[in-house]
């Protein structure tokens, strides 16, 4: 019999796994959104049997899920404790990294007291109950984790930030701001952060030959950064971006949207936009999207 070949292997490999665990309260929450932030595919109250299907699936899936991270805690209750025998045979086959987010019992019968729920291992006893079971149960899990964060002394934000510090690439943008031209005459956008008003300028809809034409036509750029006060708009836009988004990066506000409006939306704040995006998408940590809300709407 001619040998058969063996079907190729798969070109496609988990650059990255992590493993998201630790003390109810202590941020394991927070930690998931900023991941999710980042890009990476997060699943929350995973069952530890789940892990091995989840992986495959990924292996699968080409760069859709490139990172994945899961979130194991006591809430799969007995599901839970197998956990700490599939970790070590998990790293045989990918790049595993396991968190494990702490904080002193002061601190964590605090914030449930603060949310007014209930530690998932109190029953009828109190949360500092619940607290000394759940550091029974993760004792080993914790010893086994690749690094411990001690979350008493952070807020949401600090954590975020470290998070963020940690496991961002190269590529990742601090924050993605998306500078878009309306018509006010559409009514305003109602997810915007910031809005300016470009109707100051001289409207080239009045100028026949330009009427036909859009901001993103050189005529039309040109002929609205001719007017005084456009260089001058442009400039000040500029340096208050600059330090807006600094401050959002800061403040882990991840996503904005700045709204630059005219009459119609075509003419003045189209380029204007253009301009503005051009300048801004130099920024460092600054990812810059375009949007022309209204154009074409006439």
Not at 37 to 58: E, H, K, T
Not at 143 to 171: A, C, M, W
Not at 210 to 238: C, H, I, K, M, N
Not at 269 to 286: D, F, M
Request: charged share 25%; net charge negative.
């Amino acid at each position: 019999m001619t040998a058969q070949p063996a079907p190729p292997e798969s070109t496609v490999s988990i650059q990255e796994v992590l493993i998201v665990t630790g003390m109810s309260g202590a941020g394991r929450s927070t930690v998931a959104k900023a991941l999710e932030d980042l890009d990476w595919f997060v699943v929350d109250n995973l069952p530890p049997q789940m892990l091995r299907p989840l992986l495959d699936l990924a292996s699968h899936s080409g760069d859709e899920m490139p990172r994945i991270a899961a979130v194991l805690d006591v809430r799969g209750r007995d599901f839970f404790t197998e956990l700490q025998d599939l970790l070590p045979s998990l790293r045989d086959n990918v790049e595993l990294g396991v968190i494990f987010l702490d904080a002193a019992d002061a601190t964590l019968v605090r914030r449930f007291e603060s949310v007014r729920r209930p530690h998932p291992l109190q029953g009828n006893g109190t949360i500092l109950d619940g607290i000394m079971e759940e550091r029974t149960r993760v004792k080993q899990l914790r010893e086994f984790s690749d690094r411990v964060i001690d979350t008493s002394d952070l807020n949401p934000h600090q954590l975020t930030n470290l998070i963020h510090d940690t496991y961002k690439t190269d590529g990742t943008p601090g924050v993605q701001v998306t500078i878009e031209s309306f018509g006010f005459k559409y009514g305003l956008p109602t997810d915007a952060d910031m809005v300016g008003d470009a109707r100051f300028l001289p409207n080239p809809f009045w100028v026949p030959e330009l009427r036909p034409l859009t901001g993103q036509d050189a005529p039309v750029s040109e002929y609205v950064f001719a007017q005084d006060g456009a260089p001058e708009f442009v400039e000040l836009w500029q340096k208050l971006l600059g330090v807006a988004l600094d401050g959002y990066q800061r403040e882990n506000k991840r996503h904005a949207l700045v709204a630059i409006g005219c009459t119609g939306g075509k003419h003045r704040s189209v380029a204007i936009v253009e301009e503005l995006a051009r300048r801004v998408s130099s920024l460092p940590g600054v990812a810059v999207n375009v949007k022309h809300r209204d154009l074409g709407r006439e």
